[in-house]
């Protein structure tokens, strides 16, 4: 009887910390063994390729609930595939809640629509309406279940929370050890300057930009963190896009807050220049915040580098460009404001990253399996199961030629969305198989996973978004909240 069922055979394995030649042994979906020479049932090459941990992508928007009744064009078989193309094998994503309702009912149904995933799963649970019923009997009730991270909008309508709301949240996610994720930009000042801009005739997709400068991204980030200090609850900064952003959770971390901040694929090739194109097109790059400027790639590379920003995920929240139900819900003449914001990227974050990043020599290999796997499993409660190679771990995996260049098109990203915002762009480095517990999913580009094989990831109670213990005057507002 052979020692494995599968032996990944000749590759170089990197981990977060590591990069070494060896062989891996699987066995019943995990890793069982990390030598040389092993033998198994059956073998697979990886001679001259990379093997690294299947990316996590902690922030991605799929077959996500809509107040009309129906879902994002992106469903769970598609987004599966266009993950498992991409090499990620295994997404955190959202359950919505509407305003006047519960979150109950819509995560039932969420999690019935989950049934099809390809990749292993887990959610965050939106919340827009904290009523006393939500905050005091079901988000205890979601968190017991496993949803163990609660997302809140400090913009966006009809579901951004004023500043009281957002503490009830934050008191709500300390007494039930959950985390915390926020979307920061300042709602009110969006506001204004968006009457104005629309009131000048300034209506083009250009202008969505002009309507979120970095300053109320910035100012919300703040306060965002402020008011999680005044709670003691940790939280982590959603899609950060510039450095000066990044400069206000390096100010938490230096007087050691647990705040913990992302950033997007987007943020480091796309720019405010992309959505001043003709016609409608710029409507293609509109994501919020907004892409800044070319000269703040530099900056946002020097704070992945200093560990301030430790996550990089896709934010998909992709709109099909042609058709009535995405970025031309309200017509192709519509003002940036009622342009659905959001772009496509399940695809390409490992690729992209992976070429700006490692192949451009601004990170290391490790770097680059924190940033993409290791750093956000830890931080959501899915290591060690997942986001690293290690004994014991899922055999959750990617073999990636480095020296391989690709031209980026739509067609390689196998999503549902008629667009890719980094069509055209010569990228080196390209996953060539992907495994998820073990099992090839993915071979030169053509997935080969069964609808309703991916796991729903249960999270529990893990150590590091436990509180601090320190509030001001030592008085625990949450116990009254």
């Known amino acids: 009887m052979a020692d494995f069922d599968l032996v990944v055979r000749g590759g170089t394995v990197v981990t977060g910390s590591d990069t070494m030649r060896a062989d891996l042994g699987i066995r019943g979906g995990r890793i069982a063994a990390i030598a040389d020479r092993l033998d198994g049932a059956a073998v697979l090459d990886a001679g001259g390729l990379l093997v690294l941990p299947g990316g996590v992508d902690t922030h991605c928007h799929i077959e996500q609930l809509r107040v009309t009744g129906d879902a994002d064009e992106e469903t769970w078989e598609s987004g599966s595939r266009a993950c498992l193309a991409g090499g990620t094998t295994s997404v955190v994503t959202f359950s919505a809640q509407f305003k006047g309702h519960g979150i109950l009912a819509p995560l039932a149904e969420y999690r019935r629509r989950a049934g099809r995933a390809m990749v292993d799963y887990s959610?965050?649970?939106?919340?827009?309406?904290?009523?006393d019923a939500v905050i005091h009997e079901e988000i205890p009730r979601v968190v017991a279940e496993g949803v163990r991270s609660l997302k809140v909008f400090l913009t966006y309508d009809p579901m951004h929370l004023d500043d009281r709301q957002y503490l009830r949240v934050l008191a709500a996610a300390r007494r039930n050890n959950a985390f915390v994720t926020v979307h920061c930009e300042n709602y009110e000042a969006i506001g204004w300057l968006t009457e104005a801009l629309l009131a000048d005739g300034r209506t083009a997709p250009k202008y969505h930009a002009w309507s979120r400068p970095t300053v109320v991204e910035r100012e919300a980030t703040h306060r965002a963190i402020a008011l999680a200090e005044l709670v003691d609850q940790p939280i982590q900064v959603f899609h950060v896009s510039c450095a000066e952003v990044a400069e206000e959770i390096a100010r938490a971390q230096a007087r050691g807050l647990r705040v913990w901040g992302e950033t997007c694929t987007q943020y480091f090739v796309l720019t405010a220049a992309d959505m001043d194109r003709p016609g409608f097109e710029g409507a293609k790059f509109m994501c919020s915040p907004a892409p800044r400027d070319a000269a703040d790639h530099d900056g946002l590379w020097d704070m992945v580098r200093r560990g301030v920003l430790d996550v990089v995920s896709s934010d998909h929240s992709g709109w099909c460009y042609d058709g009535p139900?995405?970025?031309?819900?309200?017509?192709?003449?519509?003002?940036?404001?009622?342009?659905p914001n959001g772009v496509p990227g399940l695809t390409a974050r490992l690729p992209v990253l992976f070429s700006e990043g490692v192949a451009a020599g601004r990170i290391d290999?490790?770097?680059?399996?924190?940033?993409?796997?290791?750093?956000?499993?830890?931080l959501f409660g899915?290591?060690?199961?997942?986001?690293?190679?290690?004994?014991?771990?899922?055999?959750?995996?990617?073999?990636?030629?480095?020296?391989?260049?690709v031209t980026l098109t739509n067609a390689l990203m196998q999503q549902a969305i008629d667009y890719t915002p980094y069509e055209g762009r010569r990228i080196t480095g390209w996953p060539v198989a992907t495994l998820r517990r073990g099992e090839v999913v993915m071979r030169d580009g053509v997935v080969?996973?069964?609808?309703?094989?991916?796991?729903?990831?249960?999270?529990?109670?893990?150590?590091?978004?436990?509180?601090?213990?320190?509030?001001?005057?030592?008085?625990?507002?949450?116990?009254?909240?």
């Open 382 to 405: 899915l290591y060690p199961r997942k986001g690293t190679i290690a004994i014991g771990a899922d055999a959750d995996l990617v073999l990636w030629d480095a020296a391989r260049q």
């Open 448 to 481: 080969q996973a069964e609808p309703g094989s991916g796991q729903f990831l249960a999270r529990g109670p893990y150590d590091m978004i436990r509180p601090r213990g320190v509030l001001p005057n030592g008085f625990d507002a949450a116990r009254f909240a």
């Open 325 to 339: 139900r995405g970025k031309r819900l309200h017509g192709a003449d519509a003002p940036f404001r009622d342009i």
């Open 123 to 131: 959610f965050h649970q939106i919340i827009t309406d904290p009523t």
């Open 365 to 378: 290999l490790p770097h680059f399996v924190r940033l993409t796997a290791t750093n956000p499993a830890r």
